[in-house]
């Protein structure tokens, strides 16, 4: 860990000329050598943040701040991060080695120390039998290995990454983005990950960033965000859990502490899901609040429900979480 | 038959056939023919269907031939140079200065009025203005710019070439700008975020990435200004010569054997130009 290289965002707006906002009064402290991942559904402002810290987007109000120094009014290149984009952005009239080394050409850096560097990096992420290949001749994974060290090359403090699993395919995403903790891991700068996808957030992140309609909504460490869901759009967002609403307010109960008993409140199955280790049971309960279920498959099977039975469901009082919003 | 029908090489050939049979008639035939009136003889009052050279031997053993060439070249050369020049510039803006598709659209549009009028109205309507009394000389002696008139603006190479860049520019426009309009703005980002400038990111990635549209717009004004012969025949008042005007010339004089040796000196030089440029620049990426 290098230490010092903190990034902090201080309310931070991002307005665009039409008056929408993208971005609203958004602070935030990302701790150096830390996976964060900003996570949110679509248009919610978490690529705009990233982009905001890259420097691709001018910010409307507020500053950012690297390593305690106010960035936000310097070009990409001199703030210290670096930006891995969704589609990988490689230039394709380069070979592999030449796209690596496009931030040290454009520096001035002769040739053949860039070359020797560009294959310090290709090494890293394990292409350098592909050196000398065009970006169209590589697979999507491989692309991804070239812009992630093309990024690196300019040695960053922060690295930036828009939705970078997006365009792979989901055994390829699972493999990449082992790599990528992996990388961070090593190099120990921070990543910030920008994803919709919660399970990928879950699988990496030292700490989730939860973004809506432009705003965060939580933040903190994977394991708090999915069991203490402070709002009920972060617990439906996370996903497994239900929100119930009972007559002390709304409540998060995680759908694996619901379970089938012969107390409880009455329910009738709406449907029934195999998934392998669990069986997803849907049941609609008084009020026409749906409540899933997520039973072990060995204790759904001893007693097999389907849609029209009518169950009881009871769960332990301490697993309900209480929402704030 | 049935079985002749289903066979797929013979639902290609048909499908193919109506294409075929309109180039070779009206594109292979008369070039076929060109080529053989080429080898006939002719007098003042009758052509004299032969086989002999002696229209390729007169057009290369006389010098105007390779005078009128060399002016041919030149003018080409100097067009293409400026309308690489303005239409790079105008595509450049377009596509990457003009935010909205609207805009471009509208734009690019605007680009094209010049051609709601014949060529040769275009080109006329220049007299007016470059003539020994006209706007331009007007205007300037006026200002005290000059004492006395220009007379180099008007049949003129100056004014050949300028109407040849006005008539062409827009097929350099178009091209780079389909070109262009296809380039990943990520890509724009990337360098940037690597710390390009913006001359950096012009020369390093726009440039090699409009690569085939310069070169598509290169052969369309290269081959138009190699056959042109209206506009030399105007705007020069018939003091220059391309190769276009001789063939004219000699058409004029019913001299068909010896345009045609002309025509087909001409067809080959273009086709070896652009035979040269494909092999610089796969366009066919572009197609």
């Known amino acids: 860990m290098r230490g010092g290289h903190d990034l902090e965002l201080v309310h931070v707006t991002k307005r665009y000329a039409g008056g929408a906002v993208a971005v609203a009064d958004v602070s935030h402290l990302f701790r150096a050598g830390s996976y964060v991942c900003l996570l949110g559904p679509s248009g919610c402002g978490k690529s705009s943040t990233l982009r905001m810290i890259a420097g691709h987007e001018a910010i409307t109000e507020g500053s950012i701040l690297l390593s305690g120094k106010d960035v936000s009014a310097l070009p990409p290149a001199q703030r210290g991060t670096a930006m891995m984009f969704q589609s990988y952005a490689l230039f394709p009239h380069l070979s592999v080695a030449e796209n690596v080394a496009f931030s040290l050409k454009m520096k001035g850096v002769d040739k053949a120390a ?31 290995r070239v812009a992630l060290a093309r990024a690196l090359i300019t040695d960053p403090q922060v690295l930036l990454l828009d939705e970078p699993l997006s365009a792979l395919d989901p055994f ?58 402070q709002t009920e759009f972060v617990a439906r967002f996370m996903g497994g859990h239900n929100v119930l609403a009972l007559p002390q307010g709304r409540f998060a109960i995680r759908a694996d502490a619901v379970r089938l008993a012969a107390q409880g409140a009455e329910a009738v199955v709406t449907s029934v899901e195999f998934q392998g280790a669990h069986v997803a049971l849907t049941a609609r309960a008084a009020g026409d609040q749906d ?17 029209g039975d009518a169950v009881r469901l009871a769960w332990d009082e301490g697993r309900l979480h209480r929402l704030s919003a | 038959m049935q079985r002749l029908l289903k066979s797929a090489d013979v639902t290609g ?39 002999s050279f002696e229209n390729y031997e007169f057009l290369f053993g006389s010098a105007v031939t390779y005078d009128v060439f060399w002016n041919t070249f030149r003018y080409a050369l100097i067009t293409w140079a400026l309308t690489l020049g303005v239409g790079f510039t105008v595509a450049y803006f377009l596509a990457f200065h003009v935010r909205t598709l609207t805009w471009q659209i509208a734009l690019a549009l605007i680009c094209t009025v010049p051609f709601w009028t014949s060529n040769v109205i275009r080109m006329i309507s220049w007299i007016p203005f470059l003539g020994r009394n006209g706007i331009a000389n007007s205007t300037l002696l006026s200002m005290g710019v000059i004492d006395q008139p220009l007379e180099w603006l008007l049949f003129s190479d100056f004014s050949v070439i300028l109407a040849f860049v006005h008539i062409n520019t827009i097929f350099m426009v178009i ?41 598509i717009g290169t052969i369309f004004v290269l081959t138009l200004v190699m056959g042109d012969f209206v506009t030399v025949r105007f ?44 092999r610089l620049v796969d366009i066919r990426k572009e197609l």
Not at chain 1, 200 to 223: K, P
Not at chain 2, 18 to 36: C, E, G, N, T
Not at chain 2, 252 to 275: R, W
């Open chain 1, 114 to 144: 860039r070359m020797r560097r560009a294959g310090e990096m290709l090494e890293l992420v394990d292409m350098t039998a592909l050196a000398a290949r065009l970006p169209a001749q590589l697979s999507g994974g491989q692309q991804q």
């Open chain 1, 172 to 229: 390829l995403r699972i493999r990449m983005r082992a790599e990528l903790k992996r990388l961070q891991r090593e190099l120990g700068i921070s990543f910030i990950h920008v994803t919709h996808g919660q399970d990928e957030a879950l699988a990496l992140a030292d700490e989730i960033v939860v973004m809506n309609s432009a705003r965060i909504e939580q933040a903190g460490s994977a394991r708090d965000v999915f069991n203490a869901p």
């Open chain 1, 291 to 307: 409540i899933l279920a997520l039973i072990p498959e060995e204790q759904f099977f001893a007693d097999p429900k389907s849609p």
């Open chain 2, 13 to 51: 050939w048909l499908l193919a056939a109506p294409l075929v049979l309109v180039l070779a008639v009206f594109l292979i035939l008369p070039v076929v023919m060109i080529a053989v009136v080429s080898f006939w003889q002719a007098t003042e009052f009758s052509i004299v269907p032969a086989f």
């Open chain 2, 175 to 215: 091209p780079i700008l389909n070109t262009m309009m296809r380039i990943d703005r990520s890509l724009i980002e990337a360098a940037r975020d690597a710390g390009a400038s913006g001359a950096q990111i012009l020369w390093n990635v726009i440039i090699p990435l409009t690569k085939p549209g310069i070169m």
């Open chain 2, 235 to 278: 705007m020069s008042g018939s003091q220059s010569a391309n190769v276009g005007r001789l063939i004219s010339n000699d058409v004029g004089l019913l001299q068909y054997p010896s345009a045609s040796a002309t025509a087909v000196v001409l067809l080959v030089t273009v086709l070896m130009v652009v035979g040269l440029l494909l």
